[in-house]
Nanobody, 126 residues
Framework: QARLVESGGGSVQTVGSLRHSCAAAKYTGSSYSVGWFLQPHREAREAREWVAVNNSVGDTVYAASVKCRFTISEDSSKYTLYLPMNSLKPEDSAIYYC?????????????????WGQGTQVTVSS
């Protein structure tokens, strides 16, 4: 059962934009980190790729493939994080997930995260 609530996927054409949202009310008031992953369509869960990670004190790291195109932001009043995705390419098409864990350490390993969202599908056509 998903502990985080995600929204914001969709279909766009090349160089279009989408915004992925991740509501993480459970972690309000605590030290936490949130990882963002993508799972290529029709691939297994083990094929998930790390996209970005941030923590509750503002540290952020992006994968080289999305740096300067994706930028994490947060609305603490809504317990929600956002991942605006700009200049999208067909190879960005995937199911996108957010995941959260207690603590500030930034990790790319999906197995270290305790809670996951249900995922949102992103399709970019050429």
């Amino acid at each position: 059962q998903a502990r985080l609530v995600e929204s914001g996927g969709g279909s766009v054409q090349t160089v279009g934009s989408l915004r992925h949202s991740c509501a993480a009310a459970k972690y309000t008031g605590s030290s936490y980190s949130v990882g963002w992953f993508l799972q290529p369509h029709r691939e297994a869960r083990e094929a998930r790729e790390w996209v970005a990670v941030n923590n509750s004190v503002g540290d952020t790291v992006y994968a080289a493939s999305v740096k300067c195109r994706f930028t994490i932001s947060e609305d603490s009043s809504k317990y929600t994080l956002y991942l605006p995705m700009n200049s999208l390419k067909p190879e960005d098409s995937a199911i996108y997930y957010c995941a959260a864990r207690t603590g500030l350490r930034l990790t790319r390993q999906q197995w270290e995260y305790d809670d996951w969202g249900q995922g949102t599908q992103v399709t970019v056509s050429s």
